[in-house]
């Protein structure tokens, strides 16, 4: 059965994952960067270092933000 989350707001499927899936490999599924991102699961943030051990089911509650560099130096 197919992976079914609120990811940011929005119900996502993930087909190619079963619930109880790691973080890590939602993360890679939607191909971003793990260090360029925070994700905040079921309202915690999920520490980076457990991802791999962290299981996402279905109806869990997902934000994930992106890092964005810019600006200038003075």
Do not use: C, Y
Not at 52 to 71: A, K, Q, T, W
Request: aromatic share 4%; hydrophobic share 40%; charged share 20%.
């Amino acid at each position: 059965m197919a992976l079914s989350v609120i990811l940011n707001g929005q119900q996502r499927e993930f087909e190619q994952l079963a619930s109880g899936a790691s973080l890590e490999a939602l993360v890679q599924t939607l191909e971003l960067k793990a260090d360029r991102v925070a994700v905040e699961h079921n309202g915690q943030i999920a520490q980076r270092g457990s991802w791999s051990e962290l299981p996402v089911n279905s109806g869990d509650r997902l934000e994930i933000v992106h890092f964005v560099g810019g600006g200038t130096a003075n």
